[in-house]
């Protein structure tokens, strides 16, 4: 069995078309949230991914899109991209993020955009708060996003480990609890501008992070003839 887990798309539709095409056939496709925001195509990723049958939870940025106050916190870029998102966006895709739970259990495993504990805001991103977390997580794995870091944290009995992976890393799942992060599809930040995603398989509890290469340029373009801010532009050639 092979899930494709995606996060932080972003609105960013080549890198998702890249993805989609390098991933092929698989049983389903989950996404962590943040669909939309910075990106230039959010009516077309939530086309996307509803032809594609994928299934998911809210991140800050959809919860924003659909006139939630989670605006509020935004900085000046993500405020001005959401704003034009918002205005941007068609009555079908403003159902379907609506529609998207804060959280969810599929196959035994917990799907979140930030964290078991605060699935819209918090950030998983050391050994303290992943404690925390494994203290309030009721599966045995859990997935979550918002940071667009590869990542994951194993719990041993209580011995927290954490784990950088690089592209095509492979983690066995079978022994321990673990919280999972796949990157980010459309705005990778741990340096690598290649779009990074996950493959599950539950049944023989492995996961494998794989990154692909997408059209950065045609993205950049799209964002300039939006007029969306042009640092969220730049970053995507860096991946930071
Ligand atoms: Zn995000």
Redesign the pocket.
Known sequence: MRIAVL??I?SNLVALDAVLAAIGSVDAIWHL??VV?YGPEPDGVVARLSEAGAIGVR???DAAAVGGPEIDWFNHDARRAMEWTKATISETTRTWLAAQPQRRTEAGIALVHGSPRDPTWEYVTSIPVARANFEVLETRLGLF??T?LPTAFRDDDGRLEHISPSRGSELDLGTGRFLVNPG?VG?PRDGDPMASYLLLDPERLTCRWERVEYDIAAVQAAMAERGLPSQLALRLSFGL
């Open positions: 996060s932080d972003h949230g943040d925001g991140g800050n940025h996003g918002h667009h980010s705005q």
